[in-house]
Nanobody, 118 residues
Framework: QVQLVESGGGLVQAGGSLRLSCTAS????????MGWFRQAPGKERALLAS???????FYSDSVKGRFTIARDNAKNTVYLQMNSLRPEDTAVYYC????????????WGQGTQVTVSS
């Protein structure tokens, strides 16, 4: 079992930056692939970025070049640095994890609200 706790959300003006953090406990962190998702009102939850235990990353087109995912295996923490934020980035952001050999994210954080004002 893995427990995920996110932090770092809040209110920011368009063009600003925020950094989200997600700390995991309960299972060897380095064996997990970590992902950041978001869900805006009326929309489906979408994968933004992911990173494996070796630091290989994936980004969706919607955030490529603006967001950066990183992890610190010694701290069991994954980060999402968000720059050049836009009002359309407003959503609840979720941290998620899956075993490296799996295909489905099975562990989820509680979510943190990010609001970008225009």
């Amino acid at each position: 079992q893995v427990q995920l706790v996110e932090s770092g959300g809040g209110l920011v003006q368009a063009g600003g930056s925020l950094r989200l953090s997600c700390t995991a406990s309960g299972r060897t962190f380095s064996y997990l692939r970590m992902g950041w998702f978001r869900q805006a009102p009326g929309k489906e939850r979408a994968l933004l970025a992911s990173i494996d235990g070796n630091g290989n990353t994936f980004y969706s087109d919607s955030v490529k070049g603006r967001f950066t995912i990183a992890r610190d295996n010694a701290k069991n923490t994954v980060y999402l640095q968000m720059n050049s934020l836009r009002p359309e980035d407003t959503a609840v952001y979720y941290c998620a994890a899956r075993p490296a050999s799996g295909f489905t994210y099975v562990y989820w954080g509680q979510g943190t609200q990010v609001t970008v004002s225009s």
